[in-house]
Antibody
Framework: EVQLVESGGGFIQPGGSLRLSCAAS????????MNWVRQAPGKGLEWVSY????????YYADSMKGRFIVSRDNAENSLYLQMNSLRAEDTAVYYC???????????WGQGTLVTVSS | DIQMTQSPSTLSASVGDRVTITCRAS??????LAWYQQKPGKAPKLLIY???SLESGVPSRFSGSGSGTEFTLTISSLQPDDFATYYC?????????FGQGTKLEIK
């Protein structure tokens, strides 16, 4: 059974840093591209970042570029999102999602909540 | 970046109704469009990919159509379990983007 489990969320002050993790199981993690998607409270889905299976290609949404860093460890079946210089508007549930080869996201984690507030 | 615009933002309907949600892209995305269903407190669920391909296990009352810049999601006969929020997503460019969502409410 495919499972994605996010962790690392919590309460952080503006300007702080946080590292999210996504533990994958039930599939060959090293064969799939992965995404981070976030959802602010009561709002819609917002794509955050994309990373290919080998980490050879990485993309970020403009509002996260330069502050967020996505990475993965295929040996550990894990995806990461390092979030720096956090702002109140980064408050959201962060989901990791698996991409099929053509690009649709077929499995999602349950999400981890990040709250940025003073 | 490609902008996705859904309409309506909210839709009130009754069990048994046929409903259609529209999604427009700011530029052509060929057939790289997916639809997701999300219920409160849950992760999104993939319903349809590549415009009209039904994800395994999704009821056949869901269907998708369109091409280029205009796409639709149709639910042929609403069931109680279908009341949720629906999002379109383009994956033509690796800078993915979602529509703002359509909340389907019980009339």
């Amino acid at each position: 059974e495919v499972q994605l489990v996010e962790s690392g969320g919590g309460f952080i002050q503006p300007g702080g840093s946080l590292r999210l993790s996504c533990a994958a199981s039930g599939f060959t993690f090293s064969s799939y591209s992965m995404n981070w998607v976030r959802q602010a409270p009561g709002k819609g889905l917002e794509w955050v970042s994309y990373i290919t299976s080998s980490s050879g290609t990485i993309y970020y949404a403009d509002s996260m570029k330069g502050r967020f860093i996505v990475s993965r460890d295929n040996a550990e079946n894990s995806l990461y999102l390092q979030m720096n210089s956090l702002r109140a508007e980064d408050t959201a549930v962060y989901y990791c999602a698996r991409d099929r080869p053509q690009g649709e996201s077929d499995y999602w984690g349950q999400g981890t909540l990040v709250t940025v507030s003073s | 970046d490609i902008q996705m615009t859904q309409s309506p933002s909210t839709l009130s309907a009754s069990v048994g109704d046929r409903v259609t949600i529209t999604c427009r892209a700011s530029q052509s995305i060929s057939s790289w469009l997916a639809w997701y269903q999300q219920k409160p407190g849950k992760a999104p669920k993939l319903l349809i990919y590549k415009v009209s391909s039904l994800e395994s296990g999704v009821p056949s009352r869901f269907s998708g159509s369109g091409s280029g810049t205009e796409f639709t999601l149709t639910i042929s006969s609403l069931q109680p379990d279908d009341f949720a929020t629906y999002y379109c997503q383009q994956y033509n460019s690796y800078r993915y983007s979602f529509g703002q969502g359509t909340k389907l409410e019980i009339k």
